[in-house]
């Protein structure tokens, strides 16, 4: 028999380990069954480790004793047990950032979701009469005043919303859209193959950078049922470029009787640029131009929940409501919930602006950044100054979420460099702490960007230095 042999043969019994009192205490804490495939796991960890071993001499460096194995079961099981979707301290700048989850939500918000999630709601039951109601009745009212349109609706999000407007007004028929609109949203995704999947027709017209009404007129045939204008949220043509105003399509659309229907994308209710940001255009802007069907998504700049937002006409946005997508694409309570309340402070700007995470974040001063991250340095000064040396920079963030994509945000941001560590190992054991820390990297250092952190974060960030 080889040494190896040997070696597997005296590697303990799944049984005989789960014996171990050890064991025991972990198996009634945890549920059994995951106590039993973390030790299979870890004893097949094992074996295949011995089978692995080149040199014998290799092998007396692995511990065979039962006991030894109870610290990495014990681990394993945390792994298991722990949540897989948890927390993380966005550092990046990035406001609405699609990976870490886009928009955090107002408290406001918060607890209207955790009331309904834990009780039941009037979601689908009209109180005042008894008898059935309509999911959509809880945000319709609020949508309509704060975009000036007859009708609205919710579904699960605007790639959703897209779909299903088209599938229920432009199915088997042409839709027009310019060449320079077809926009791909992130993951590799396509809105032209989302519009597809509705069995509309696309006709793409114009040219990359730039589309006439002229193009527009002359695509249109028997088959058309719709001028479509998409928002091209995440990139812009600068330069030599001409895009149809949304008034335009919407004249020539009423002399064709052909509909017209926006993707806005992100969706913004208020006007940033009274706020010193670009002009991005606002929901009631296309509903005052005329548009008949618009969709945005909820938690973009909007700040809301994962959601997509039909607003139009009453007849059309009636008719989407009863189409079969409707059902397929319908929004869950919680979502609602918490729309309902995020839409609810856009009654009042001022409001939003204060309390809607996102817009507040959006719009934070440089001066206030600064003092931000002075205090950031400052706490990971008073904890790890040895081993870190951090100053305080300015620098640029995004908004992110494909909205706004030119868009600059003068910053600060504490920039961290660590004594024995490249700028890259400390950005991977950050992003690994509990909770992780997602920062960015450069020239070296890793940028903590205060804009997107949380008040009651900036001490975490300091304490998971503290335990690197
Ligand atoms: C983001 C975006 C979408 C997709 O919205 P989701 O809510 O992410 O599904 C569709 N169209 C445009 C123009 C967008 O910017």
Redesign the pocket.
Same mark, same amino acid.
């Given at each position: 028999m080889t040494e190896k042999e040997k070696y597997l043969r005296q590697l303990s019994p799944v049984d005989e380990v789960l014996e171990l009192p050890a064991l025991k205490d972990l198996i009634s804490t945890y549920p059994r069954t995951v106590v039993v495939n973390a030790v299979r796991t870890v004893i097949d960890k094992l074996r295949k480790t011995i089978l692995a071993t080149k040199k014998e001499d290799e092998l007396g460096e692995i511990s065979l004793e039962p006991n030894d194995l109870v610290p990495l079961v014990s681990e394993l099981i945390k792994e298991v047990m722990s949540p897989n979707l948890r927390r993380v301290i966005n550092a990046t700048g990035i406001v609405v950032h699609t990976n870490l989850g886009r928009s955090i939500l107002a408290p406001l918000a918060v607890d209207a979701i955790l009331s309904v999630a834990s009780s039941y709601s009037n979601l689908e039951f009209d109180l005042d009469e008894g008898v059935r109601g309509s999911r959509h009745s809880h945000v319709e009212d609020l949508l309509c005043t704060l975009t000036g349109a007859e009708a609205a609706m919710v579904v699960n999000?605007?790639?959703?919303a @897209?779909l299903l407007a088209l599938s229920a007004i432009a199915q088997g028929k042409e839709v027009i859209i310019s060449r320079g609109q077809l @926009?791909e949203?992130g993951g590799s995704f396509r809105?032209p193959d989302v519009m597809r999947q509705s069995g509309a027709i696309l006709k793409e017209v114009g040219t990359t950078n730039k589309t006439y009404l002229e193009d527009y007129r002359k695509a249109i045939t028997e088959e058309t049922a719709l001028l479509l204008k @998409?928002?091209t949220?995440?990139f812009r043509v600068v330069g030599f470029s001409a895009e149809v105003p949304l008034e335009d399509l919407v004249v020539l659309g009423e002399e064709n009787s052909l509909l017209v229907m926006e993707?806005l994308?992100?969706g913004v209710l208020i006007d940033l640029s009274k706020y010193g940001l670009s002009h991005e255009p606002t929901v009631d802007e296309s509903v005052k131009a005329g548009a008949d069907i618009i969709t945005f998504?909820g938690?973009?700049l909007l700040g809301g929940p994962?959601a997509?937002i039909i607003v139009g006409k009453k007849d059309l946005v009636d008719a989407i409501k009863k189409h079969p997508l409707a059902r397929v694409l319908r929004v869950d309570k919680m979502t609602l919930a918490g729309l309902e309340e995020t839409l609810r402070l856009y009654l009042d700007p001022a409001k939003a602006i204060k309390e809607i995470p996102t817009l507040n974040m959006i719009l934070a001063s440089f001066p206030e950044l600064k003092k931000k991250a002075e205090k950031l340095a400052k706490k990971i000064k008073e904890k790890v100054g040895n081993e870190y040396s951090v100053e305080v920079i300015k620098d640029i963030s995004r908004v992110g979420g494909?909205a706004l994509p030119l868009e600059e945000l003068p910053t600060a941001v504490a920039a961290l460099s660590a004594k024995n560590l490249s700028a890259s190992q400390l950005e991977n054991k950050l992003r690994t702490a509990n909770p992780p820390v997602i920062a960015r990297v450069r020239d070296d250092m890793v940028l903590l960007d205060v804009r997107t952190i949380q008040p009651e974060e900036m001490g975490e960030i300091a304490g998971a230095l503290a335990v690197l």
């Open positions: 999000n605007n790639s959703g @897209v @926009v949203i809105i @998409v928002h949220s995440n993707d994308g992100s998504s938690d973009k994962q997509g494909g």
